[in-house]
């Protein structure tokens, strides 16, 4: 179960945050443009790590110091980047040096991209489960946070998730339907956190935002588990090929205007959320921003 001052410390996030991705940013600019965030109603910045494509820790660091209140978390922190004891540690620093304002989301990417970078992916269920052994062994060994951060784990299928309710503190899906926020609440239990991520196409021209969608690199990871999971949920291969249908890129994405957008929002919300995570899809991180602007004064309250 999350602990109550992590619970506490969710609230304040408030129920929107926003997912950026934007490599090769200089620190100047996303100082800048996280300072227009902060003034927006996101409680929230995540970002995610890809083995020799940025490093978590060093750009949590970053964001947290140029920021005063957003809650800063890891989409996911890969577990293959660093050893088990190493996470925990950068964990614990930085949540005793930014108290309350550190969400740590892990997660086991996918085969292809793990083996890419010469490592043996396993068994995924398994390395986790014995990856979060490694940590709680190592855990207060750097500092003790005042405020400990929250632990959630990257779950789309069923044992994954189990696994969440069992071991951490919650989940964060992406890039699902609300009827799979429904199932992950569900699988959780009404005492985990649950963060649901978005991937946003924002464009008043709804069939070209669903053109973009349907370009996502997650329909072109070899045995995807994001595809492996909406089969799970009832999807079929004519969802898939010979390209995506609008069907599922209508459950996956949120396409369209930015109330579409806010609309998408609200669904997760009442299927069980407690944070969502929109993550507009774009080159360059001022293009972000400018989206999570213009979607911003549509939010629920």
Not at 64 to 71: E, G, K, N, W
Not at 192 to 214: H, T
């Amino acid at each position: 179960m999350a602990t109550e001052e992590q619970l506490e410390a969710a609230a304040r996030w408030g129920r929107v945050g926003v997912g950026l991705a934007a490599p090769g940013t200089s620190a100047d600019v996303w100082r800048r443009e996280l300072a227009r965030l902060e003034d927006l109603a996101y409680g929230s910045a995540w970002i995610n790590e890809g083995i020799g494509r940025g490093e978590t820790f060093s750009q949590l660091g970053l964001l947290l110091a140029a920021t005063r209140r957003l809650v800063m978390g890891t989409g996911i922190a890969n577990i293959w980047a660093r050893q088990a004891p190493v996470m925990q540690a950068g964990a614990e620093t930085l949540a005793a040096a930014f108290p309350g304002r550190l969400a740590l989301g892990l997660g086991v990417s996918a085969r292809v991209l793990v083996e890419a970078s010469g490592l043996s992916y396993g068994r995924p269920l398994e390395e986790m489960a014995g990856y979060l052994d490694r940590m709680d062994a190592s855990r207060g060994l750097a500092i003790t946070p005042a405020v400990p951060f929250p632990r959630l784990l990257a779950a789309l299928g069923p044992k994954m998730l189990e696994l969440a309710r069992d071991r951490a503190d919650g989940a964060y899906p992406h890039s699902m339907p609300f009827e799979n926020t429904v199932l992950a609440r569900t699988a959780l239990g009404p005492d985990k956190l649950l963060v649901v991520g978005v991937a946003v196409f924002l464009d008043d021209d709804v069939d070209r935002a669903r053109s973009l969608a349907a370009q996502s690199s997650l329909f072109k990871i070899p045995s995807s588990p994001y595809l492996a999971n909406l089969r799970r949920l009832g999807y079929t291969d004519d969802d898939f090929a010979p390209e995506p249908s609008a069907r599922v890129i209508d459950a996956m994405f949120a396409c369209g205007r930015a109330e579409a957008i806010a609309a998408r929002v609200g669904e997760h919300l009442k299927a069980g959320a407690d944070h969502v995570v929109l993550q507009p899809m774009g080159a360059d991180l001022t293009t972000l921003v400018d989206q999570l602007e213009a979607i911003s004064g549509h939010l629920p309250a």
